[in-house]
């Protein structure tokens, strides 16, 4: 399996408070994304990043904010915390296969992220 | 751009097909299909490119109909560790990112 690790798992944390999450990937993989999760709502990108400081908005990142500076780490900071921004945050990988295609995403174990 | 999944639960018994359905109102390059069991991470089960080529993993294959942006994937004879979430993803393109569908809540009864 491909290695790919997100810390902190569980955090909880105050409104208005910054908020960094991490992803590490020990795969050399360039494409990283992040997103979260909520019920009835599937899994919704936030940020993604296709190498090293090229970075670029998915559906949701009002209010979210992504740096790449190395090919292993993609962190995603939450500027202010809201409760409306409690989820589970996944990040994920890929890369380009042999045959040309992407092959399909890994993913993290996840962060369970509580805003109060 | 979110692709349309059907049914959003299904209860089956074990031994049972089922069938789930993926739709897009976009032209797709692919269509992704993962697994989720509760507290888990998505896994990933298979990738289908335009083309209408139909893909298998075990009992459970897929295809993907390009010209009606549609994607289905196939259950057979289900097994109670096939139970759990699955979500359809979409690109537009090799370089897209996956737009996921809401995801579809499979129980298997014993």
Same mark, same amino acid.
């Given at each position: 399996? %491909? ?18 999450? =991490? ?6 993989? =360039?494409?990283?994304? $992040?997103? =979260? ?49 409690? #989820? ?23 962060? =369970?992220?509580?805003?109060? | ?7 959003? %639960? ?12 993926? #739709? ?8 992704? $299909? ?6 888990? %991470? ?19 294959? %897929? #295809? ?47």
């Amino acid at each position: 399996d %491909a290695g790919i690790t997100q810390s902190p798992r569980h955090k909880v944390t105050e409104t208005g408070t910054p908020v960094t999450l =991490r992803c590490h990937q020990t795969e050399n993989h =360039r494409y990283m994304y $992040w997103y =979260r999760q909520d019920p009835g709502h599937g899994l919704r990108l936030i940020h993604y990043s296709y190498g090293v400081k090229d970075t670029d908005k998915g559906e949701v990142s009002d209010g979210y904010s992504v740096s790449r500076s190395k090919t292993e780490d993609f962190l995603l900071t939450l500027e202010s915390a809201t409760s409306s921004q409690t #989820s589970v945050y996944f990040c994920a990988i890929s890369e380009v296969v042999l045959t040309g295609f992407r092959n399909g995403y890994t993913f993290g174990s996840g962060t =369970r992220l509580t805003v109060v | 751009q979110q692709p349309v999944q059907s049914p959003q %639960a299904v209860i089956l018994r074990e031994g049972e097909d089922a069938v789930i359905n993926c #739709s897009s109102s976009k032209a797709l390059y692919s269509v992704h $299909w993962y697994r989720q069991k509760h507290g888990e %991470a998505p896994v990933f089960l298979m990738i289908l490119l335009k083309g209408g080529e139909q893909k298998g993993h075990e009992k459970i294959s %897929a #295809s993907f109909n390009e010209k009606k942006q549609q994607s289905s994937l196939y259950l057979t004879a289900s097994q109670l560790s096939y139970s759990g979430t699955y979500f359809c993803g979409t690109l537009m393109n090799r370089d897209d990112k996956i737009i996921f569908g809401k995801g579809t809540r499979l129980h298997i009864l014993p």
